[in-house]
């Protein structure tokens, strides 16, 4: 042991000149509407907070539901974090007890030996003489294994809110976001005066990556979609597992921007597997089967948004707030204007604009508006998203309107930030 110390200590100098490095790694309504340095790094992410307690185990509480695979994982990363082998050892036996067809944590194992062994571990899943017929499966496993680690030590801070939520509608109580770089699910709850992360979960994306933009590309698309409806195991075949949970892709922009595809939904896995590399889908977001029933108690069909991103923006409480107020002022700005008469409130939107599959003159013919307008238009059940988008700022905005005009109706709009101003470039409408 005394050799193995030295050994240990000698390797810490020189850890950061190895590359890779040794291890894995990590409110209210508007008023208009009615590091410290570890002892052993993963990746080059050294931020593990030893002792901590680990977000996923934090998971429905009330329901006595734990996430078992990624609080195990992530207790063995903090165990390695501070050089304590013998329990990481003991937590990854454990784990593998339990699911002994989680192939990670037997690579997670090996890696562990041979560090207990003494010999030099350069980089997750060093192991030497693999056959090429099983070199593309050792580096799924890699990337899984730096998925994992980095949601630990990239975790966003109680204190961080996600730019995308703007505003919530008082009968929507949880929204779904998907980090694709991060291969993550956060779970929002509606609460006062902030939104509440519940938990997260580790996903699967599509093959090749993000934005998708036709069909058979193998790719998750990004945008804020809808959970349309729940099919059940006896709908399924077992490789989408107990569940499935479609969305509504290609939403109003997709289509507007000419992407194609179908069938992408939040679903789980064969009864074999109990994990899936980051990228292994068709363009499905993937879960594990007992994480995927976990949250089908906070989803409501047709009322639950899910939100794909390449990269979430996590901001703080005050950034959050303003910014808040800032896309609400700009829908009060229109709502406002469109009130005073057409063409203060048509000023808000774009000249490409496409209302009901209309232009901007199709559609003011058909309405057979007047200088007058709408008159007074009332909002409720207000959500306000920012819009994930490869280019431009973007929000997406969906409310109850009632005037004179339009009579009771649901609308949904997508506003796009053009220089320093906010325009309109599509607006649907459902009559209620």
Same mark, same amino acid.
């Given at each position: 042991?005394?050799f193995?110390? &030295?050994t $240990?200590r000698?390797w ?9 490095? !040794? ?6 309504a508007?008023s208009?509407v009615?590091?410290k340095?570890? %002892?052993?790094?993963?990746?080059g992410y050294?931020d593990? @907070? %030893?002792g901590?307690?680990a977000?996923a185990g ?11 695979i990624?609080?195990a994982?992530?207790? #063995? ?9 013998d329990?990481?050892?003991?937590l990854?036996?454990?784990?593998l ?6 192939h990670l944590?037997h690579m ?5 030996l041979?560090?207990?062994a003494g010999?030099m571990?350069?980089?997750?899943g ?8 099983k070199q593309d499966?050792l580096?799924d !496993?890699?990337?899984?294994a730096v998925?994992?680690? &980095?949601a630990?030590r990239?975790?966003p801070?109680r204190?961080? !809110?996600?730019a995308?939520?703007v505003e =919530?509608?008082?009968?929507?109580k949880y +929204? ?5 770089s991060?291969?993550r /699910? ?8 902030y939104p509440?992360? +519940?938990t997260d979960f580790y996903?699967s994306?599509?093959?090749?990556g %993000? ?9 998750t698309? #990004?945008g804020?979609?809808?959970i349309t ?6 709908k /399924?075949g077992?490789?989408y597992?107990? #569940?499935?949970?479609?969305?509504n892709?290609?939403?109003p $922009?997709?289509?507007r =921007?000419g992407?194609?595809?179908n069938?992408? $939904?939040l ?9 899936r590399?980051?990228?292994a889908s068709d363009?499905c977001v993937v879960l594990?089967?007992?994480? =995927?029933?976990a ?5 409501r069909v047709?009322?639950?948004? *899910?939100?794909?991103?390449?990269r ?8 959050w @707030? ?5 896309s609400?002022?700009?829908?009060k700005? $229109?709502k406002?204007d469109?009130e005073?008469g057409?063409?203060k409130?048509?000023?808000?939107y774009?000249s490409e604009v496409r209302i009901?599959? @209309? ?5 003011q &013919?058909s309405k057979h508006?007047?200088a007058?307008?709408f ?6 059940? /207000? ?6 988008s490869?280019k431009?700022?973007m929000?997406w905005?969906s409310?109850k309107?009632e005037?004179r *005009?339009s009579g009771? +109706?649901?609308?949904q709009?997508?506003w796009?930030k053009v220089?320093?101003?906010?325009q309109?470039?599509q607006?649907?409408?459902?009559? !209620?």
């Open positions: 042991m005394r193995f110390s &030295r $240990w000698h810490s100098k020189g850890i950061k000149l190895m590359a890779p490095l !040794l291890f894995w790694g990590l409110t209210a508007p208009f009615e590091s340095e570890g %002892a052993f790094e993963v990746a050294a593990a @907070q %030893a901590s307690k977000l934090q998971l429905f509480d009330r329901q006595g539901y734990r996430p078992v990624d609080t994982v992530e207790d #063995i990363y903090l165990a390695l974090s501070a050089n304590q082998l329990k990481a050892l003991q990854t036996d454990r784990l007890a339990d699911f002994p067809n989680f944590g997670i194992r090996g890696d562990i041979s560090m207990k010999r571990v350069r980089s997750i060093d192991i030497p003489n693999v056959p090429k017929s499966d580096a !496993l890699k990337a899984e998925a994992r680690f &980095r630990v990239d975790r801070k204190d961080l !809110l996600p995308e939520l =919530l509608d008082s009968d929507q +929204v779904i976001l998907v980090d694709t991060r291969s /699910l956060f779970l929002y709850e509606n609460a006062f005066p509440r992360l +519940v996903i994306q599509g093959r090749m %993000a934005v998708k933009s036709k069909e058979g590309d193998k790719r698309p #990004i804020v979609y809808t409806e729940l099919l059940p195991k006896e /399924l077992e490789f597992g107990p #569940i499935a949970l479609p969305i892709y290609p939403n $922009w997709d289509k =921007l992407k194609t595809g069938g992408i $939904w679903h789980g896995m064969p009864k074999s597997y109990v994990s590399p980051p990228k363009g594990a089967n007992q994480d =995927l029933l949250l089908k108690q906070f989803v047709g009322n639950t948004q *899910v939100v794909i991103a390449e979430l923006d996590f901001v703080p409480q005050d950034v @707030q303003s910014q808040r107020k800032a609400i002022r700009v829908l700005a $229109w406002d469109l005073k057409l063409t409130g048509l000023s808000h774009s009901d599959g @209309q232009d901007l003159r199709a559609w &013919r508006l007047d007058k307008g008159g007074s238009i009332k909002i409720n059940d /207000l959500t306000m998203m920012r819009y994930p490869e431009n700022d929000m905005v409310f309107q005037d *005009v009771e +109706v649901r609308k709009q997508y796009m220089g320093t101003r906010w309109i470039v607006e649907d409408t459902e009559k !209620l």
